[in-house]
């Protein structure tokens, strides 16, 4: 229903009635009739920026805290490009107050803008924009030659070892490994992370940069656009999403920030050799692992940006 412009009531009644064409009732059918009370609510949500990044490069990382207030919240997010990705909110530090880190994938290519969206149960909706400047991305061009050796022993090994189909043609045979296989793979982790990511377990903030692997040299870089050709034409392209570095074979790989070994490098999957494929992820979306790898980095756009937030909510 349609209230008038001067209603001014915190609630209403709300009559569902119905009848049907029976002659029962003396010809006047059936009725039921249903009532129930309905809260009016035409305040939007409060939804404030507290601190941000002052920039995000594309490929790059930025964090966010924010305010988010309403008695019948219904959701809130921080939205990249009108939606085009959205990024989860987690408690920080006081209650109404949420940190996120956001990410400008690589694949999208113009930035519009970056906002906090909050929507009450009534539909009322609460738009703030989040100030970032933007930094452009070097972007380094590959041309990789596909051999019928590569595509027989290495793509259709993939392929099948995946319980995909392997094509007659050879050039399908490496699309379907090097593009069609890696999308779908590609869509289950971002899905799978946002899904069954558990916030409730973040109870610290105190960020550490990721170590490259020891004694190596780095093979390719992040976001190199590369372009595959077989027989001298081009047959494919896409995004290198991560860095890879090469050691001794057989390398042990240890964890971040505790020196424990929890794997060796090896030439699993479509590669050319023994190396380490390390990418870093931000609610799903592949991000510069040089940044999360650069202490100042880390302190300046990070965590200086938490410390204030924590400034900013203690003088309210």
Request: glycine share 6%; hydrophobic share 40%.
């Amino acid at each position: 229903p349609t209230l008038d412009l001067f209603f001014k009531s915190k609630e209403i009644e709300i009559v569902v009635t119905a009848v049907d064409s029976s002659k029962w009732n003396f010809l006047e059918g059936n009725e039921a009739n249903v009532s129930f009370n309905m809260k009016i609510d035409t305040k939007k949500p409060t939804a404030n920026v507290v601190a941000n990044s002052l920039a995000i490069r594309k490929g790059g990382s930025a964090v966010a805290v924010v305010q988010v207030l309403d008695d019948n919240l219904e959701s809130a997010y921080i939205s990249f490009n009108n939606d085009e990705e959205i990024f989860a909110l987690t408690p920080f530090y006081k209650d109404n107050y949420y940190v996120s880190l956001i990410a400008w994938d690589v694949g999208i290519e113009n930035f519009e803008q970056v906002s906090l969206v909050a929507t009450d149960k009534a539909g009322n909706i609460t738009k703030t924009k989040i100030p970032l400047y933007i930094r452009p991305l070097n972007v380094k061009t590959d041309k990789i030659n596909i051999s019928e050796q590569f595509i027989k022993n290495v793509s259709a090994s993939v392929l099948e070892q995946s319980f995909m189909q392997v094509p007659d043609d050879l050039v399908d045979t490496f699309i379907a490994s090097n593009r069609i296989l890696r999308e779908g793979n590609v869509k289950t982790i971002k899905e799978d992370m946002r899904k069954y990511m558990d916030r409730s377990a973040i109870t610290s903030f105190d960020i550490k940069p990721f170590l490259r692997l020891d004694g190596s040299r780095t093979a390719a870089g992040f976001a190199e656009r590369r372009h595959y050709y077989f027989n001298g034409e081009k047959i494919d392209e896409a995004w290198h999403l991560g860095v890879d570095w090469a050691s001794v074979k057989q390398a042990p790989i240890k964890t971040t920030n505790k020196g424990r070994v929890i794997a060796n490098t090896g030439t699993s999957g479509a590669v050319l050799g023994d190396h380490l494929h390390f990418g870093v992820l931000v609610q799903g979306i592949e991000v510069n692992p040089l940044e999360w790898m650069d202490k100042n980095w880390i302190k300046t756009r990070i965590t200086d940006i938490l410390d204030e937030a924590k400034k900013a909510i203690d003088s309210k």
